[in-house]
């Protein structure tokens, strides 16, 4: 099982950008998922999660900016970004908590990251 992250790119300040992360491979089912970012220097961060059943956790830092959704049919997780500032600029990683994948069960599982940049 692999997470496959895309959606990133550059933007200018107040835009918007759409992060989607698929898990490809035999999957049953897929726990929390989550977005983390990390910029230059910084340590990784919770950007956003939300678990199988609907209920999502967004850093104080994108509230209201960020919407964090799933489809769990699709094991698709994605991530809207709006009002971008350049303070989001980082790498932005998915990740899911645990990965029901039949005969392998898989625990913080994470995806390439994308690369977000924000222009002033």
């Known amino acids: 099982v692999q997470l496959q992250a895309s959606g990133g790119g550059l933007v200018k300040t107040g835009g918007s950008l759409s992060l989607s992360c698929t898990a490809s491979?035999?999957?049953?089912?897929?726990?929390?998922m989550g977005w983390y970012r990390q910029a230059p220097g910084m340590q990784r961060e919770l950007v956003a999660s939300?678990?199988?059943?609907?209920?999502?956790n967004v850093a104080d830092s994108v509230k209201g900016r960020f919407t964090i959704s799933r489809d769990n049919a699709r094991f698709m997780a994605s991530l809207q970004m709006n009002s971008l500032k350049p303070e989001d600029t980082a790498v932005y990683y998915c990740?899911?908590?645990?990965?029901?994948?039949?005969?392998?069960?898989?625990?913080?599982?994470w995806g390439q990251g994308t690369q977000v940049t924000v222009s002033s």
């Open positions: 990740n899911a908590a645990n990965v029901d994948g039949g005969r392998r069960k898989y625990l913080g599982l």
């Open positions: 491979g035999s999957v049953f089912s897929i726990g929390e």
């Open positions: 939300i678990t199988n059943g609907g209920i999502m």
